[in-house]
């Protein structure tokens, strides 16, 4: 049986911690699994000590080259999805590889931005992502950039019945 609380594990592609952080599973669908992240959670970002001080909802796609990121304000991003590998759940710890682009979608505005393409074009030489890799990851974010700008679920509204329960 899995428990409540699931750790969150991002790395490199080299394998250098990246992020690390418990959540609560809020719920399960068709398409992936909620996660809730609360505000004073203890999380290590880059090999450093941290503490959450906005709360947000994870969601852990199945299949897919991405995660999302549903925000409450102040957070100036709503939705912020970071390019990663496919999640690999190990008991209750889902282990993402984190591969740089991002894409996000600013709540002032609703513009969609594509983010970090230049360490994106540096990590794919200095670690050496196969070609595979590089041609998912450039068709997650391309599908993304779309998906947040066109009332795509799960980014138009399933998102805020969850963010609720942890704001």
Same mark, same amino acid.
């Given at each position: 049986? %899995? %428990?409540?609380?699931?750790?969150?594990?991002?790395?490199?592609?080299?394998?250098?911690?990246?992020?690390?952080? &418990?959540?609560?599973?809020? @719920?399960?669908?068709?398409?992936? +699994?909620?996660?809730?992240? #609360?505000?004073?959670?203890? %999380? !290590?970002?880059?090999?450093?000590?941290? +503490?959450?001080?906005?709360?947000?909802?994870?969601?852990?796609?199945?299949?897919?080259?991405?995660?999302?990121?549903?925000?409450?304000? &102040?957070?100036?991003?709503? +939705?912020?999805?970071?390019?990663?590998?496919?999640?690999?759940?190990?008991? $209750? #710890?889902?282990?993402?590889? $984190?591969?740089?682009?991002?894409? !996000?979608?600013?709540?002032? #505005?609703?513009?969609?931005?594509?983010r970090d393409e230049d360490e994106f074009a540096e990590n794919r030489v200095r670690y050496g992502y196969p070609?595979?890799?590089?041609?998912? @990851?450039?068709?997650? @974010?391309?599908?993304?950039? $779309?998906?947040?700008? $066109?009332?795509?679920?799960?980014?138009?509204?399933?998102?805020?019945?969850?963010?609720?329960?942890?704001?």
């Amino acid at each position: 049986m %899995s %428990s409540d609380v699931v750790r969150v594990v991002f790395r490199k592609y080299d394998g250098t911690a990246h992020r690390d952080y &418990p959540a609560r599973r809020l @719920a399960e669908d068709d398409q992936g +699994v909620w996660l809730g992240v #609360t505000t004073g959670t203890p %999380s !290590v970002y880059h090999g450093r000590p941290s +503490v959450e001080q906005i709360p947000f909802v994870l969601f852990v796609p199945r299949d897919s080259w991405w995660t999302g990121m549903f925000n409450p304000p &102040p957070r100036t991003s709503e +939705v912020y999805c970071d390019i990663a590998s496919p999640a690999r759940w190990e008991d $209750d #710890t889902v282990h993402l590889i $984190d591969l740089d682009l991002d894409v !996000v979608r600013r709540r002032a #505005t609703g513009a969609v931005e594509l983010r970090d393409e230049d360490e994106f074009a540096e990590n794919r030489v200095r670690y050496g992502y196969p070609d595979e890799v590089v041609a998912q @990851a450039e068709a997650a @974010a391309r599908w993304l950039y $779309d998906a947040l700008g $066109d009332g795509t679920e799960p980014f138009a509204s399933t998102y805020r019945k969850w963010l609720a329960l942890v704001v």
